[in-house]
């Protein structure tokens, strides 16, 4: 099947800025004309397409919105745009976008030091270097705050031990940032592959986010000099203040997917005839695609104007949670209605629907589980956390 226009209902694209049009309508053609035919061969072999990071450097989509030496200075609104398109192709693709920028090369800009900027910013953002993130531990997911990954001050420099599971672009990466807890609490790192003790292994078996890289980090007793110290980054506050990037990121990006379900299942229904007239004639289908269209404009409406709010600079937590929490869901429900009007066919990768669904339930768990986003917008207007 052809790949997906933009679904537009309320008409919210005639308040972008030309500027903002033609960001948008560069990464829609990128997705349709060099991403859409690799996506399904590197799924099923589980691998990233990675041939096109440079490419996504050249587009300027790597840190659009990060200020720094190199980097293209995009809008929020913007990069808000490229996530969306990008993920309507696949969550894979988007995540690589939000793990480079949002938590490699935002966390460098903000904690960095003049140095470490003009070291690692123009290379990731050209797409010659990866990074990675990792906060997330084995035995500390929802909880990132209980990390027992140790720094240790050692003469002038660090040790490090201990390690990170589930990490995107753990095997790719040219740079991990990489959170450990020191005497004076949480400090972050820059950790360069070939690092004696610093080892990654990829992990296999995934049923979702297939087109992505997704593993393990270990460091066994990893000698760092000071100048990996990210001497800005003080505290948990510091890599949490990461997610809320990315959060960003991935609340428009579950638009994308959410826009790709529909669209897919909107022409399949118009093609397939059951009982002598084609699907889109039944009112339950009627329903199904209305409610799909609702939850996607709505959706849509809250992310634009959430990029608008942090284009202001406004950048609350408990919003930003709010719109991952919902969209995230909502696509989700999307991917299902739209595998389901699809019947058998959408059990199969002819179609994209099931695909989005098998990666978004991986969405809905990174970044701040659901239930997590639930309790972080319940503590923001209630003023009563709920976590300990
Ligand atoms: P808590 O006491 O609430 O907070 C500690 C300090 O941090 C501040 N803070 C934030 N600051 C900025 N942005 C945020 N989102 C913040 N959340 C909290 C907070 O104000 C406090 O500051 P201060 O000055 O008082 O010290 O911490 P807690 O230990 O109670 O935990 C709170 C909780 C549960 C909300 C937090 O830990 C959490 O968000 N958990 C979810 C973990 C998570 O999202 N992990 C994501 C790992 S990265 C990932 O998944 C990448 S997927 C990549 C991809 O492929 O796209
Ligand atoms: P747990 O925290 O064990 O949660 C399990 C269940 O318990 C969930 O339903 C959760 O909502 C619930 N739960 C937990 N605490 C509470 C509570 N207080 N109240 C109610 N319910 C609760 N991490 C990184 O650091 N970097 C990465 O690049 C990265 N990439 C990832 C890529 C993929 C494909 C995946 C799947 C994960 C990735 N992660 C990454 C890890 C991700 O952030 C964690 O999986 C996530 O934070 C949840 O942690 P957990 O899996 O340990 O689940």
Not at 50 to 55: S, V
Not at 135 to 154: F, N, R, Y
């Amino acid at each position: 099947m052809a790949a997906c226009a933009g679904i537009d209902f309320y008409r919210l694209d005639e308040t972008l800025s030309d500027e903002e049009r033609s960001v948008r309508d560069v990464v829609r053609a990128f997705v349709d004309r060099e991403f859409l035919p690799l996506v399904r061969e590197h799924f099923l072999a589980g691998t990233f397409p990675t041939d096109l990071i440079p490419r996504l450097g050249a587009l300027g989509l790597l840190g659009a919105s990060v200020q720094g030496p190199d980097c293209p200075g995009l809008s929020h609104t913007m990069y808000g745009l490229i996530c969306r398109e990008l993920e309507r192709g696949d969550s894979g693709l988007r995540s690589f976008v939000s793990v480079q920028g949002s938590l490699v090369m935002w966390p460098i800009a903000t904690f960095g030091s003049e140095e470490q900027k003009q070291r690692w910013l123009p290379e990731l953002a050209a797409g010659k270097k990866i990074g990675c993130f990792g906060l997330t531990e084995a035995d500390h997911g929802s909880d990132p705050g209980g990390m027992a990954t140790t720094a240790v001050p050692d003469g002038g420099g660090w040790i490090l031990h201990g390690g990170k599971l589930w990490i995107t672009n753990a095997d790719l990466a040219d740079v991990a940032v990489v959170w450990a807890r020191g005497p004076e609490g949480v400090s972050g790192f820059l950790i360069e592959k070939g690092t004696p003790g610093f080892t990654t292994a990829p992990i296999k078996g995934k049923w979702s986010l297939r087109a992505s890289d997704t593993g393990e980090l270990v460091f066994d007793e990893v000698r760092l000099p000071e100048s990996c110290r990210l001497p800005g980054a003080r505290g948990l506050k510091a890599p949490l203040s990461c997610l809320n990037e990315a959060r960003y990121g991935i609340a428009w990006g579950a638009v994308g997917a959410a826009c790709d379900c529909y669209d897919t299942a909107l022409r399949y229904a118009g093609q397939r005839h059951q009982f002598d007239r084609p699907l889109t004639g039944f009112q339950l289908v009627q329903a199904k695609l209305v409610t799909m269209l609702t939850e996607i404009t709505k959706a849509q409406a809250l992310t634009l104007q959430l990029g608008r709010l942090k284009d202001r600079g406004v950048n609350e937590t408990p919003l930003v949670s709010l719109a991952k929490r919902n969209n995230v869901d909502m696509a989700l429900d999307c991917a299902r209605t739209a595998r389901d009007i699809l019947g058998a066919a959408g059990i199969t990768d002819e179609f994209s629907p099931g695909r989005h669904m098998a990666n978004l339930e991986s969405v809905r768990t990174y970044e701040g589980t659901h239930d997590i986003h639930t309790l972080i917008v319940g503590a923001g207007i209630t003023g009563q956390s709920a976590f300990r």
